[in-house]
């Protein structure tokens, strides 16, 4: 290289190193999902897990080395503005800049943002744009540096859009969104993008011939979840505005760069498969972030270690977040189950039952409330006798005795029900009639004794986006597929006992006499049984989630494994979670034995090993425990080919089977409502037990005739 070239080249490196890596985020969600939670709140400031959702993203950029962000906001500026100011990342020496951008008024899609953002001129080069409700781990500066050097032999390289593996069934996929991305194998370009929604139903896409031309290696993923998070060239914001039918990032932007025959830019996909990363763009995917967020999954973005709002929080087994900034008084009498954050100076009163939930900061439920997998916003009361499910409940609201919340209701701030008021699920409540003219002549008030309205069910008459139409969501609706992490049990004789199979009790030590408790002295009762229970649940979603995103088989055995040593419970109960687990996933195929088989062998090939990476030990303890959960109808035939592939895949071994089967008690079961089941199953095995045996009597007539 000529010396006038190889210095213009080492300058350009050292300015590139020295650029500062800027981000974009777009703070209107230009949709009512939220409302009418977010009738005067900006969907950027809805909290989660008590955090401003803002402060969740900037949390995330920081994570990557961002310095320079912009806030791109147009409704209730001055929250925003707020927000920002109050932000630790806005602090002196946090070595992030960040400015907000107010936009215009009639800005009401991420197009017309975009284009808004252009006029500004305050993007240099490649920066990080980044949708407002996103919550993620995800190394983006990793993906800043795989984009830089693509774009230094492809100069039409224009965005890499981060995308997260996920199984079909992953709660934060849900239904209502989702997308089929079709890729290059080998250099991840994006050559086909189609959103899809639930409704109409959509069973197939087409793909242009043309777009695979090419391509040797294709992959078409329809497994991904959309993180919300593009690493983009500057030249993005340019062609927005020379293109004002664009108005979705991904439905118009994406699709209409790949389709474009005058553009020839390239679009790429950066799977991630470490880290978390999901986008809270309904109340369906914020409740189940926010339990994503409970559970750990979103590592290191936890309650007690790195919260984004600066507040600290104890870390109780179970995943229960107690606060420690203000005092928390829970009653002697009172549960609070797995997966539970309560905020600073909350009050749970006597025989209150608060589980799979979070409390905001200041609020009060009154003796003998339930709260089941719901979100209380700061200072919301509940009185007592009430009962509230899958709901959201917004800031100062207050719900008199004997109330009734349904599944899947939004409440709005100020709003006040009741006394013994029944909600129906999936209601909307706001202190205020609709602003829109039609919804407010078909509000209903609330009544007597209440301050608020019902908002009628819009009509889709008027709606052109399919996604938003009020039958695609319903699949986005906290609630919508009666997810608990808990399933609930009538069981209530005592206070020190489980309430439920996955909860168990906060309670005040025996020893305690002032019917009050500030954090520091906080008690776990429990006995081994509860362990056990305890245990069930979290290997449940454990296993799920490894399922759901592929994990390697030593990455699960090796959550297990913790898991079994947090709980101190016994090997046989981590053994009882992997094989029930393995035959809850085996699909009943009818009248079609061959297919059947070949379902068994797939899902056993694939987690069999996990039961040997877990040190079994005993096998027919494993024959056993396949025999107790094939005890139930339609799966005794199933037993002999599980129990065959267990063999071929060296999970159990031929002794094993043969000494379960000569056990008196495997023609019974551990269950006497189940023996008859367990008989068959019995039956079953045994035709592959005598099988093996005969095997063996053959082999060993074979070895004589040999001598």
Same mark, same amino acid.
């Given at each position: 290289?000529?010396?006038?070239?190889?210095?213009?080249?080492?300058?350009?490196? @050292?300015?590139?190193?020295?650029?500062?890596?800027? #981000?974009?985020?777009?703070?209107?969600?230009?949709?009512?999902?939220?409302?009418?939670?977010?009738?005067?709140?900006?969907?950027?400031?809805?909290?989660?897990?008590? #955090?401003?959702?803002?402060?969740?993203?900037?949390?995330?950029?920081?994570?990557?080395?961002?310095?320079?962000?912009?806030?791109?906001?147009?409704?209730? &500026?001055?929250?925003?503005?707020?927000?920002?100011?109050?932000?630790?990342?806005?602090?002196?020496?946090?070595?992030?800049?960040?400015?907000?951008?107010?936009?215009?008024?009639? @800005?009401?899609?991420?197009?017309?943002?975009?284009?808004?953002?252009?006029?500004?001129?305050?993007?240099?080069?490649?920066?990080?744009?980044?949708?407002? %409700?996103?919550?993620?781990?995800?190394?983006?500066?990793?993906?800043?540096?795989?984009?830089?050097?693509?774009?230094? &032999?492809?100069?039409?390289?224009?965005?890499?859009?981060?995308?997260?593996?996920?199984?079909?069934?992953?709660?934060?996929?849900?239904?209502?969104?989702?997308?089929?991305?079709?890729?290059?194998?080998?250099?991840?370009?994006?050559?086909?993008?189609?959103?899809?929604?639930?409704?109409?139903?959509?069973?197939?896409?087409?793909?242009?011939?043309?777009?695979?031309?090419?391509?040797?290696?294709? %992959?078409?993923?329809?497994?991904?979840?959309?993180?919300?998070?593009?690493?983009?060239?500057?030249?993005?914001?340019?062609?927005?505005?020379?293109?004002?039918?664009?108005?979705?990032?991904?439905?118009?932007?994406?699709? =209409?760069?790949?389709?474009?025959?005058?553009?020839?830019?390239?679009?790429?996909?950066?799977?991630?498969?470490?880290?978390?990363?999901?986008?809270?763009?309904?109340?369906?995917?914020?409740?189940?972030?926010?339990?994503?967020?409970? #559970?750990?999954?979103?590592?290191?973005?936890?309650?007690?270690?790195?919260?984004?709002?600066?507040?600290?929080?104890?870390?109780?087994?179970?995943?229960?977040?107690?606060?420690?900034?203000?005092?928390?008084?829970?009653?002697? &009498?009172?549960?609070?189950?797995?997966?539970?954050?309560?905020?600073?100076?909350?009050?749970?009163?006597?025989?209150?039952?608060?589980?799979?939930?979070?409390?905001?900061?200041?609020?009060?439920?009154?003796?003998?409330?339930?709260?089941?997998?719901?979100?209380?916003?700061?200072?919301?009361?509940?009185?007592?006798?009430?009962?509230?499910?899958?709901?959201?409940?917004?800031?100062?609201?207050?719900?008199? %005795?004997?109330?009734?919340?349904?599944?899947?209701?939004?409440?709005?701030?100020? @709003?006040?029900?009741?006394?013994?008021?029944?909600?129906?699920?999936?209601?909307?409540?706001?202190?205020?009639?609709?602003?829109?003219?039609?919804?407010?002549?078909?509000?209903?008030?609330?009544?007597?004794?209440?301050?608020?309205?019902?908002?009628?069910? &819009?009509?889709?008459?008027?709606?052109?986006?399919?996604?938003?139409?009020?039958?695609?969501?319903?699949?986005?609706?906290?609630?919508?597929?009666?997810?608990?992490?808990?399933?609930?049990?009538?069981?209530?004789?005592? $206070?020190?006992?489980?309430?439920?199979?996955?909860?168990?009790?906060?309670?005040?030590?025996?020893?305690?006499?002032?019917?009050?408790?500030?954090?520091?002295?906080?008690?776990?009762? =429990?006995? =081994?049984?509860?362990?056990?229970?305890?245990?069930?649940?979290?290997?449940?979603?454990?296993?799920?989630?490894?399922?759901?995103?592929?994990?390697?088989?030593? %990455?699960?055995?090796?959550?297990?494994?913790?898991?079994?040593?947090?709980?101190?419970?016994?090997?046989?109960?981590?053994?009882?979670?992997?094989?029930?687990?393995?035959?809850?996933?085996?699909?009943?195929?009818?009248?079609?034995?061959?297919?059947?088989? $070949?379902?068994?062998?797939?899902?056993?090939?694939?987690?069999?090993?996990?039961?040997?990476?877990?040190?079994?030990?005993?096998?027919?303890?494993? @024959?056993?425990?396949?025999?107790?959960?094939?005890?139930?109808?339609?799966?005794?035939?199933?037993? #002999?080919?599980?129990?065959? $592939?267990?063999?071929?895949?060296?999970?159990?071994?031929?002794?094993?089977?043969?000494?379960?089967?000569?056990?008196?008690?495997?023609?019974?079961?551990?269950?006497?409502?189940?023996?008859?089941?367990?008989?068959?199953?019995?039956?079953? =095995?045994?035709?592959?037990?005598?099988?093996?045996?005969?095997?063996?009597?053959?082999?060993?007539?074979?070895?004589?005739?040999?001598?």
């Amino acid at each position: 290289m000529p010396p006038k070239a190889a210095k213009a080249k080492e300058v350009e490196d @050292v300015q590139e190193e020295q650029d500062v890596l800027q #981000a974009l985020i777009l703070a209107d969600s230009f949709n009512e999902r939220f409302k009418p939670l977010t009738t005067g709140l900006p969907r950027c400031l809805v909290p989660v897990c008590n #955090a401003p959702l803002l402060d969740w993203t900037f949390e995330s950029l920081a994570l990557a080395g961002v310095q320079e962000i912009f806030v791109l906001c147009r409704s209730h &500026t001055d929250q925003v503005q707020e927000a920002i100011r109050k932000s630790r990342w806005s602090q002196p020496g946090s070595g992030i800049k960040i400015a907000p951008i107010v936009t215009q008024d009639n @800005v009401f899609s991420v197009g017309a943002a975009m284009r808004d953002v252009y006029a500004h001129q305050v993007i240099k080069s490649d920066f990080v744009l980044v949708m407002g %409700d996103v919550v993620s781990s995800v190394r983006i500066d990793e993906v800043v540096r795989e984009h830089k050097a693509r774009r230094k &032999t492809n100069k039409d390289a224009l965005m890499s859009i981060i995308v997260k593996e996920a199984g079909a069934s992953h709660r934060t996929r849900p239904r209502g969104e989702t997308s089929v991305f079709v890729l290059d194998s080998d250099t991840a370009e994006v050559l086909h993008y189609e959103g899809v929604a639930a409704v109409p139903e959509t069973t197939r896409v087409s793909i242009p011939r043309e777009k695979l031309k090419g391509h040797r290696n294709v %992959d078409i993923r329809n497994d991904l979840i959309d993180c919300g998070i593009d690493v983009c060239a500057a030249e993005v914001l340019s062609l927005f505005q020379d293109e004002f039918d664009w108005q979705d990032m991904r439905r118009h932007f994406v699709r =209409g760069v790949l389709t474009s025959d005058l553009l020839m830019k390239n679009i790429y996909c950066h799977v991630a498969r470490e880290g978390y990363a999901a986008r809270v763009k309904d109340t369906k995917s914020y409740a189940a972030i926010s339990k994503d967020v409970l #559970a750990r999954w979103a590592f290191p973005l936890v309650p007690d270690g790195n919260h984004p709002g600066g507040q600290h929080y104890e870390h109780l087994r179970g995943h229960r977040y107690i606060s420690q900034d203000k005092q928390v008084t829970l009653s002697r &009498t009172c549960k609070v189950g797995n997966n539970t954050l309560v905020g600073g100076g909350s009050r749970i009163d006597d025989s209150a039952d608060v589980a799979a939930s979070v409390l905001g900061a200041d609020c009060v439920v009154g003796k003998g409330t339930t709260v089941r997998d719901s979100y209380l916003w700061d200072g919301v009361q509940l009185g007592a006798g009430c009962f509230v499910e899958h709901s959201i409940i917004a800031s100062g609201v207050k719900i008199l %005795d004997g109330t009734r919340i349904g599944k899947g209701c939004l409440i709005g701030s100020g @709003v006040v029900v009741g006394p013994n008021t029944v909600i129906n699920p999936f209601s909307r409540v706001s202190s205020e009639p609709p602003e829109d003219d039609d919804a407010e002549d078909a509000a209903t008030a609330l009544g007597p004794g209440s301050k608020g309205y019902l908002w009628p069910e &819009t009509g889709d008459d008027d709606v052109d986006d399919d996604f938003e139409s009020e039958a695609n969501l319903r699949y986005l609706r906290i609630g919508a597929d009666n997810y608990s992490d808990e399933e609930h049990s009538d069981d209530e004789s005592t $206070a020190s006992t489980f309430s439920s199979p996955a909860s168990s009790v906060l309670s005040l030590p025996e020893s305690n006499t002032s019917g009050q408790l500030s954090t520091p002295g906080l008690a776990l009762l =429990g006995d =081994g049984s509860s362990r056990a229970v305890e245990f069930e649940s979290e290997a449940q979603l454990s296993l799920e989630r490894a399922y759901n995103e592929g994990h390697r088989i030593e %990455d699960a055995a090796i959550e297990l494994k913790t898991l079994r040593m947090s709980s101190n419970v016994e090997q046989r109960q981590v053994l009882n979670a992997v094989v029930g687990f393995i035959v809850d996933k085996i699909e009943l195929v009818e009248g079609n034995v061959p297919q059947q088989k $070949a379902v068994i062998n797939k899902i056993v090939q694939r987690w069999g090993p996990l039961l040997n990476s877990l040190g079994a030990g005993d096998g027919e303890e494993t @024959v056993e425990l396949l025999q107790k959960h094939c005890s139930r109808p339609k799966y005794p035939p199933l037993f #002999a080919h599980v129990l065959s $592939a267990f063999y071929m895949t060296d999970v159990v071994g031929e002794d094993d089977i043969m000494a379960w089967y000569k056990d008196p008690k495997s023609k019974e079961g551990d269950d006497e409502s189940k023996a008859a089941y367990a008989r068959e199953c019995w039956k079953w =095995g045994g035709q592959l037990a005598q099988h093996l045996a005969a095997q063996e009597s053959d082999d060993d007539e074979e070895d004589d005739d040999s001598e």
